[in-house]
């Protein structure tokens, strides 16, 4: 049942990946139809990303007050009504309405989808489930990269697949009940023992599952009724806070969009003479892209949240570095250096840095703030990959391709001494365990099960 969920929810992010890059693929055709400005091509690409942001902020109070099902079918909804206006676009400031109207559901999607999984979730493999939402957003790039490869000749098609996605997830959701933590915050203990009962395959009077159950409705009831702007930003929930905005803070300016949307232009300034050559080595990346994050899942609740993000910062700040110096010296044969480190980038970020800020930023905040976190985590987010998108272009122009690479390098290398700082162990934890540590005061790193937070060698010795 619980894959099913995960399944479903990662339709949403499925549409995220896809939205965001079917635009990739269309906008010559555009170009030629609607013989648009380039302010008008900025716009178009700009509103989803610009319609996110203002769905996370919305999306953060939304989903305390109507819960996590009410918003995933309202922004299923927009998903397949927003994909339709696109494909029946008369103009360009059409194609900008619907791709806000397209971004507004991401920005929701993006923060309820995670959380829906992550309240679902056995502990245990808690990050494993909540990655299939950042497998679903490689898929839905890659997806996007194909799509606009197969149907060439008419962005409507292109523009129109995306409305069975968006149908997809509303039928799933229908079927699907709310998360018991919701349920009993909301004062609903009954259904919520039902909801969880179902989640993990046992009747609803199985005394196995009464632990779990009796955590959940003592952190519900403690929390029901606080939960404003003030408790989140107070001295309990900073350290959640500071995680949840640090974290997508550095995913973003490790440079990851810049690549995405920028690839083809890369490639052909590293020196790929042809676009069709330029265009196999793009599919190349989404397929990295999608393949490493299959392996970011298999080492999530094994290795740990630290160590995963440790490595993926560290080999992500050697990885840049190494396009730097092949932007910068521009020789020949540091071409080949250049592409190898583009790839060892690309999966360094989908094995730890693209899932982790997912997968913590639904695990760190207290029940009662844990909406308005998310939503500040997901407006961090959105408007750091507006800037890096934006900025792209300007910098290379005044850096070159070598100065900004060394500046997300450097960002990753900054990464790593904020995770050695200030980020948790919470593999394995349950999300009532990680809030009473937080209600401690103990220093938040310092949370961690022993097996996770100890050395790979003697955790293994100690395991049963
Ligand atoms: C990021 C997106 C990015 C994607 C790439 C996500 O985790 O938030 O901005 O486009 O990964 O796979």
């Not at 610009?50 to 995933?72: D, N």
């Not at 008419?154 to 509303?170: D, E, K, Q, Y």
């Not at 408790?231 to 995680?243: G, S, Y």
């Not at 932007?327 to 982790?356: E, R």
Request: hydrophobic share 55%; aromatic share 12%.
């Amino acid at each position: 049942m619980i894959y099913f969920v995960a399944a479903v929810a990662g339709i949403a992010g499925f549409l995220f990946g896809f939205d965001e890059g079917v635009i990739a693929g269309a906008l010559h055709l555009l170009k030629v139809q609607f013989s648009i400005t380039p302010v008008e091509e900025g716009m178009m690409t700009a509103a989803v990303p610009f319609g996110a942001l203002f769905g996370a902020l919305v999306a953060g109070r939304a989903v305390s007050r109507y819960g996590r099902r009410a918003m995933l079918l309202f922004a299923a909804g927009l998903f397949a009504l927003g994909a339709l206006f696109a494909a029946l676009a008369i103009g360009a400031w059409m194609l900008t309405l619907a791709r806000l109207v397209l971004g507004f559901a991401i920005g929701i999607a993006g923060l309820v989808a995670p959380l829906y999984i992550s309240e679902s979730a056995p502990a245990q493999k808690r990050g494993m489930l909540v990655s299939i939402y950042q497998l679903a957003i490689t898929l839905g790039i890659l997806g996007a990269y194909l799509v606009g490869f197969a149907f060439d000749d008419s962005w409507r098609t292109m523009f129109s697949i995306g409305i069975i996605p968006g149908l997809a997830l509303f039928a799933g959701m229908m079927v699907l009940r709310d998360t018991p933590r919701w349920l009993a915050l909301k004062g609903r203990p009954e259904e919520a023992r039902v909801a969880m009962a179902k989640l993990r395959g046992v009747p609803a009077d199985d005394p196995r599952l009464a632990e779990e159950f009796e955590e959940i409705e003592e952190t519900a009831e403690s929390d029901a009724g606080h939960g404003g702007w003030a408790e989140l930003f107070a001295p309990m929930a900073r350290p959640a806070l500071i995680v949840g905005i640090g974290l997508f803070f550095l995913q973003q300016l490790s440079g990851i969009n810049a690549v995405i949307y920028y690839a083809p232009a890369v490639f052909k300034e590293a020196g790929f003479g042809d676009a069709s050559t330029q265009i196999l080595a793009t599919v190349g990346v989404g397929i990295v892209n999608v393949l490493m994050t299959l392996v970011g899942m298999a080492l999530i609740d094994r290795i740990g949240r630290r160590k995963l993000l440790l490595g993926g910062f560290f080999f992500a700040a050697l990885a840049l570095g190494m396009i730097a110096i092949g932007a910068v010296t521009g020789a020949q044969a540091l071409d080949v250096v250049a592409f190898v480190g583009l790839l060892v980038y690309i999966a360094a970020f989908a094995a730890s840095i693209g899932p982790l800020p997912w997968v913590m930023m639904s695990e760190v905040f207290p029940l009662n703030v844990r909406g308005l976190g998310m939503s500040v985590a997901s407006i961090t987010n959105w408007g750091f990959n507006f800037i890096v998108v934006f900025s792209f272009p300007v910098l290379v122009s005044t850096i070159g391709l070598g100065g900004v690479f060394a500046i997300y390098s450097i960002v990753c290398a900054l990464g790593i001494a904020f995770t050695f700082w200030y980020v948790p162990e919470t593999n394995g934890v349950a999300l009532e365990d990680i809030e009473e540590h937080l209600r401690s005061g103990k220093p938040f790193r310092q949370l961690g099960n022993t097996a996770a937070a100890m050395p790979a060698g003697l955790a293994g010795a100690v395991r049963p």
